[in-house]
């Protein structure tokens, strides 16, 4: 392979990094404005108009990621881990870890590389790369919506 074969095939595998980073990331702010319309219903007027703002915001934010220049999309932050999850991994399950506590940190997945998360068992340890795509609200713990990457299973889960 050529120089500029491999310099193309790194930007095509970048660019579609960036591309699963901002659907992960518009289907973390779609699941946050359900989470948010869902307080306003139980909310006293001060907490509502914190919930409205809250949502406001979250509308600016999904056009902002909607209208996004690929080019000027810097990838977020990403973590290398040991994870698993207790049961399927579909959409807005948690990835667990060792050393995560009841104040987290939490990370919900909102998007997977090939858009199928079926190939990732349950009750198995996998060695994964995953991204920090947007903030997830949640008290003052640590919360992200992620993009999982890359991962490979590492072990089945043994039960500590």
Not at 34 to 58: M, S, V
Request: glycine share 6%.
């Amino acid at each position: 392979m050529s120089t500029e074969d491999l310099e193309g095939a790194a930007m095509k595998s970048n660019e579609e990094l960036k591309k699963g980073c901002i659907q992960a990331a518009l289907q973390g702010i779609k699941l946050e404005i359900q989470r948010n319309k869902g307080w306003l219903e139980h909310a006293d007027k001060d907490r509502r108009n914190q919930i409205e703002n809250r949502i406001k915001q979250l509308e600016n934010d999904s056009v902002k990621y909607e209208t996004i220049n690929i080019d000027k999309y810097e990838i977020p932050a990403k973590l290398d881990n040991e994870v698993w999850f207790q049961g399927p991994c579909n959409e807005n399950e948690i990835l667990h870890f060792d050393g995560i506590t009841k104040s987290g940190p939490w990370y919900h997945v909102t998007g997977i590389r090939g858009n199928d998360y079926q190939v990732i068992k349950p009750n198995a340890r996998y060695l994964m790369s995953f991204y920090l795509v947007y903030p997830r609200e949640y008290w003052s713990m640590e919360s992200y919506y992620v993009y999982i990457d890359q991962f490979k299973e590492a072990s089945p889960l043994i039960k500590r």
